[in-house]
Nanobody, 111 residues
């Protein structure tokens, strides 16, 4: 099973980005999934999680109301819609499907 994250980039404060994490393999729809992020010199931070069916979601306090996690089990893809981005959202974002971690995608928010 491999995870391929994409969608990161450079955006101005207040802008939006959509991250995707495509999974190859057969167990995607059976696993909960999550996004974490890590900024330089900081510990990894929980961003959002979603159950295997997508029926429930959970968000870190710093992104509540601005980010939305979702998934398409038919496409084996996890998403993170990020709105009202702030410079403090700058980090490498990692997707997790079950215990597997994607390679990360850089998000940079300029002030």
């Amino acid at each position: 099973v491999q995870l391929q994250a994409s969608g990161g980039g450079l955006v101005e404060a207040g802008g939006s980005l959509m991250l995707s994490c495509a999974a190859s393999g057969s167990t995607f729809s059976l696993d909960a999934a999550a996004w974490f992020r890590q900024a330089p010199g900081k510990e990894r931070e929980f961003v959002a999680a979603i159950t295997s069916t997508g029926s429930r979601t959970l968000y870190g306090d710093s992104v509540k109301g601005r980010f939305t996690i979702s998934r398409d089990n038919a496409r084996k893809t996890l998403y993170l819609e990020m709105n009202s981005l702030k410079p403090e959202d700058t980090a490498v974002y990692y997707c997790f499907i079950g215990s597997l971690r994607g390679q990360g995608t850089q998000v940079t928010v300029s002030s």
